[in-house]
């Protein structure tokens, strides 16, 4: 009992000491780091992964799809663009090809022509979203 008491108070010791770390960074590196988030904070977009569902050229379609799409999936985000004479459905944001692939499964059975497209996205989507 004495052992385990003496073991308590150790454990109890060892937990209250804490260790200051401090990391110097030359200035350089820091000049580098500055400059990296000034450039972040000025890109309006970035480099996601996303589904194209549909591209056609009849706008009716490409509406009948987003009406679909939307139907079957009202919380995931999607929109549309007109790249003459294609109008394009686009919908989700993913990180990795590798993580829209069972999403991707599962709209093929509704739109066989869903395809993965790299794309620009604006960070404020991502933030909405």
């Not at 000049?31 to 050229?57: H, L, N």
């Not at 706008?59 to 003459?84: L, Q, T």
Request: include cysteine; charge should be positive.
């Amino acid at each position: 009992m004495v052992r385990f008491a003496m073991l308590i108070a150790f454990l109890f010791s060892i937990s209250c000491l804490q260790a200051q770390i401090s990391v110097h960074a030359s200035s350089s590196v820091e000049k580098m780091m500055q400059e990296m988030i000034v450039r972040g904070k000025a890109t309006e977009s970035v480099k996601a992964w996303r589904i194209q569902i549909i591209t056609t050229d009849d706008r009716r379609e490409m509406e009948a799809a987003r009406a679909r799409f939307k139907s079957m999936h009202s919380d995931i985000s999607m929109d549309w663009k007109h790249v003459a004479p294609y109008y394009q459905v686009r919908v989700g944001y993913f990180e990795s090809k590798n993580k829209l692939m069972p999403f991707l499964l599962e709209l093929k059975e509704t739109f066989p022509a869903a395809t993965p497209v790299y794309d620009n996205v604006r960070k404020a989507d991502l933030l909405n979203d």
